[in-house]
């Protein structure tokens, strides 16, 4: 059960890749760059070969920041924050409580993720609605 829970997290992780190469972002420098990360941080995140733990809150943070990153990236991201603090990745309540304290409060109304899963999926909503090709939401 565990390695299912690791194994969604690794396939998350690298569809933040997939989200970069499709937005042009082919080469390792421009993936970096935006993802407002280092060329080696950033080749650590990409390569999705995380023990247990995934991507650190700070990482979480630094990425939401990049001015460059683009919109499915973001929601990628988003998605990832919401799946883990739900706890769907294995992780703890006091791993997960971790996590969570490890927010910028400053970040969060600029990442779009205000702290609580509501304002997480709601976001993550938006974004597959703009990206799945959908041209015109019904009431």
């Known amino acids: 059960m565990i ?7 690794s396939c998350k992780i690298r569809e933040l890749g997939d989200a970069l190469t499709t937005a042009g972002f082919l080469t390792l420098d421009e993936q970096a ?3 407002g990360l280092s060329r080696s941080t950033a080749w650590a995140v990409l390569k999705a070969n995380h023990k247990t733990s995934g991507l650190a809150a700070g990482t979480i943070n630094q990425m939401l920041s990049s001015p460059e990153l683009p919109p499915r990236a ?3 991201i988003l998605t990832y924050v919401d799946e ?5 990745y294995g992780h703890n309540k006091t791993q997960l409580r971790r996590f969570a304290a490890g927010f910028d409060p400053c970040n969060r109304s600029h990442s779009l993720f205000a702290g609580n899963v509501l304002v997480a999926t709601l976001a993550w909503i938006i974004v597959r609605l703009f990206t799945s090709g959908a041209t015109r939401i019904r009431p």
């Open 84 to 88: 883990k603090l739900a706890g769907l």
């Open 74 to 76: 973001r929601g990628t």
């Open 3 to 9: 390695s299912e829970m690791k194994a969604r997290q």
């Open 33 to 35: 760059r935006a993802l």
